[in-house]
């Protein structure tokens, strides 16, 4: 992707990160950016296009973002791996909280516009099935209920962090009490891990590298520098 596709989607995601999906103009998002709406029009064609390829672009940041370091996967296994990659997603760092604010307000959009809802759907498939392979892979490794339906556990998973993180961002819950519950949700879906596993050892010292910010409330600056 050119240089300036990236500047236009990283300006559309902080402007809808502030001011949300419905009643967005491309005038705004070219004032954003810095650019004029003809380039925006040259690169995207119209409104439409442009939200579609920012719905991607903030996919595609987020799973860059909530990918765990390949050292780590190989020492944890794929239960730790499963849990960073969803503790991931309540990070407290400028780019993540205008990430998961952006998918909130696509979602709520999504609601009065049938376009946003079927690429949201196909989004949050992809997201589930990968998550599903994970708990597939833990099972296999011995560290995850074998009896627990997959489909069904990738799905409340997911759900769960969308919910924590939409109280995290409204400031209904802390950073520390959200990620605590994630952790909760997940030993109840996959059972407890056994004192002795080997595979389990690294997983908190991973997360606290994850995460260093004890902040209970998301500081959003859309206009923080990358």
């Known amino acids: 992707m050119s240089e300036r596709r990236v500047q236009i989607l990283e300006a559309a995601t902080r402007?809808?990160?502030r001011n949300g999906v419905r009643g967005l103009r491309v005038e705004e998002i070219a004032a954003e950016a810095g650019v004029s709406t003809g380039l925006i029009y040259y690169h995207f064609g119209?409104?439409?296009?442009?939200?579609?390829?920012?719905l991607d672009f903030i996919g595609e940041r987020a799973e860059r973002h909530t990918t765990p370091d390949p050292e780590t996967v190989r020492l944890a296994g794929p239960r730790a791996?499963?849990?960073?990659?969803?503790?991931?997603?309540?990070q407290d760092t400028p780019e993540m909280v205008e990430n998961s604010t952006a998918w909130g307000e696509f979602q709520s959009s999504a609601v009065f516009d049938?376009?946003?809802r079927e690429q949201l759907r196909e989004a949050t498939r992809q997201w589930t099935d990968d998550?599903?392979?994970?708990?597939?892979?833990?099972?296999?490794a011995g560290t995850a209920?074998?009896?627990a339906p997959v489909a069904d556990v990738a799905e409340r998973l997911t759900a769960l962090v969308e919910g924590l993180s939409t109280r995290w961002l409204s400031g209904s819950v802390s950073l520390d009490r959200a990620r605590e519950l994630l952790r909760g949700g997940i030993e109840r879906e996959l059972g407890p891990t056994a004192d002795d596993a080997p595979a389990q050892a690294p997983r908190l010292s991973a997360?606290?590298?994850v995460h260093p910010s004890d902040q209970s409330t998301p500081q959003i600056n859309p206009c923080s520098p990358k």
Not at 46 to 54: S, V
Not at 81 to 90: D, F, G, I, V, W
């Open 15 to 17: 402007t809808i990160a």
């Open 46 to 54: 119209g409104r439409a296009e442009l939200l579609r390829r920012t």
């Open 81 to 90: 791996q499963l849990e960073e990659m969803l503790l991931r997603e309540l």
């Open 114 to 116: 049938a376009g946003l």
């Open 131 to 140: 998550l599903a392979d994970l708990v597939r892979e833990a099972q296999a």
């Open 145 to 147: 209920d074998r009896d």
């Open 207 to 209: 997360l606290r590298t």
